[in-house]
């Protein structure tokens, strides 16, 4: 049920230096304030210090402009009344007559918080909307790219590579659905608010962002006969795939090192980089998590050799054992654990296409270290 929209009346007194005092406001500005008019006409500050500190700026901006010229003050902004409850309100006001210094303006307060309400939850619905647009795109894409790679070769290991690659794109669509079917829910119930929308939609955009950087990725890969190589800055690059692991550092304590060298420009298709870089470091975050250590650590180096720049990804977990490290690299590994990401199959496969290396080897600290050896970019690339 809709609530009451109670609405306050009021005229105040203009001066030329700019003070103003209310001369009237209606008895039902308490509750939208919690205080009675009479102690608002003793002290018109009372308000102004109601209004949300996100929206003063704004409010005294439009406030001076009116002053300054005399036209309509109108503006919505939110006020927080003294028990702490949020009101989206309505203000506006007019001189009654052309010299509008040293004389009452008119104006009203009405509460408009169920019409914002409606309209987030609108806006938030219109997004939804189209990431499940954005999502049927994807799954139909996906389809589209699993039926030429199984038409192009059509032998057991293909099926397979294919099966692995669904599973790796099904995952942040399948999020994504739960995602959509749990604001749709939240709707259905009017529980939803501002705050868990923005939570949620940002999850829904972050995990369809990485199921079409997966789309792109292998549709270069596997469609396309270039790598479309480009000059970019690997430390770049870096940075923003550790925006997407920081929180599951920081959730796992995880610590993370970087040595990285001055000199970062390679010769490379950004997004299949970034791709192998994530999925180096979700298997170094899987093999620190899975076991019992005080400090846990991952250290990214990178270093100048010749006409190629190396970038190592270490941690000091248990490694792997070493009657699979010469087959860790093969596209099928019977002891492969879950969630591999796309592979370190594929990783190399990438790699390889840059005219690069990946390795890997026992780290100092006993764990796991990859390294991949990509092409410098060259002047005028």
Known sequence: MSRTLPCALYEYYLY????????????????LVGYSADSIM?????????????????????NLESYETGKTFFIEIRLIALDGSIKWVQMSSSPSGEDFKSVTWSGYIIDIS????????????????????????LLREKE????????????????????????????????SNLNIEFL???????????????????????????????????????LENSNDSEESNLNELIEKVLVLVRPELKKNKIVLSLNLCDYKNIAVNPVEIQQVILNLLNNAIQALVSIEKANKTITLSSKINADFLLLSIADNGLGVPENRQKKIFELFNSEKQAGMGLGLW????????????????????????????????????
């Not at 309209?119 to 795109?137: C, G, M, Q, R, T």
């Not at 790219?145 to 669509?173: D, M, W, Y």
């Not at 939803?192 to 939570?199: A, C, D, K, M, V």
Request: hydrophobic content about 40%; some cysteine.
């Open 144 to 175: 589209i790219l699993l039926a030429s790679l199984l038409k192009s070769n059509r032998n057991s290991v293909t099926g397979a590579l294919s099966a692995s690659i669904a599973h790796e794109l099904n995952q942040p669509l399948a999020a």
């Open 184 to 222: 749709k829910m939240k709707l259905d119930k009017n529980e939803l608010n501002p705050e868990l929308g923005s939570e949620v939609l940002a999850s829904l955009q972050s995990d369809n962002k990485r199921a079409t950087d997966i789309v792109r990725s292998l549709r270069s890969i596997f």
């Open 346 to 381: 594929l990783c190399m496969h990438i790699i390889t296409r840059h005219a690069g290396h990946l390795t890997y080897e026992t780290s100092q600290a006993g764990g796991a270290t990859f390294t991949m050896t990509l092409p410098v970019a060259k002047p005028g690339l």
């Open 16 to 31: 030329p230096d700019y003070t103003s005092e209310f001369r009237y406001i209606s008895p039902s500005i308490k509750d």
């Open 114 to 137: 169920d019409r914002k309400e409606f309209e987030e939850k609108a806006f938030i619905v219109d997004l939804v909307s189209k990431e499940n647009e954005a999502i049927s795109l």
């Open 42 to 62: 003793k002290d018109s500050s009372l308000i102004i210090e109601r209004v949300h500190p996100s929206d003063k700026d704004r409010f005294w901006e439009v």
